[in-house]
């Protein structure tokens, strides 16, 4: 099995910055793509920033303001979100994709952390 714990959410005032870390652990091989994922109240779970070797994809919302990168060492994934929004606010949910000692290969979801964009 795989563990994603995520940290670094919290309450930011419209324009600031954050940034968010998942550290995924387990009895992990390899990992083809890491990424976020957000969720508001009312709202359908959408896409926010993914990596995969080496490549980047974003939503529309956030490109230029968000950024997604990954070490890979500590099969960690970072989202630097600067320029904050009230329409940013949600729950962000790190995943990955990950191959195990097992030969399973599948998708893990961490617990979710809490964006508030608020004045």
């Known amino acids: 099995q795989v563990q994603l714990v995520e940290s670094g959410g919290g309450l930011v005032q419209p324009g600031g910055s954050l940034r968010l870390s998942c550290a995924a652990s387990?009895?992990?091989?390899?990992?083809?793509?890491m990424g976020w994922y957000r969720q508001a109240p009312g709202n359908e779970r959408e896409l926010v920033a993914t990596?995969?070797?080496?490549?980047?994809n974003y939503a529309d919302s956030v490109k230029g303001r968000f950024s997604i990168s990954r070490d890979n060492a500590k099969n960690t994934v970072y989202l630097q979100m600067n320029s904050l929004k009230f329409e940013d606010t949600a729950v962000y949910l790190c995943?990955?994709?990950?191959?195990?000692?097992?030969?399973?290969?599948?998708?893990?979801w961490g617990q979710g952390t809490q964006v508030t964009v608020s004045s």
């Open positions: 387990g009895s992990i091989v390899s990992i083809s793509a």
């Open positions: 990596i995969s070797g080496g490549r980047t």
């Open positions: 995943y990955t994709r990950a191959l195990l000692s097992s030969h399973i290969i599948s998708t893990y």
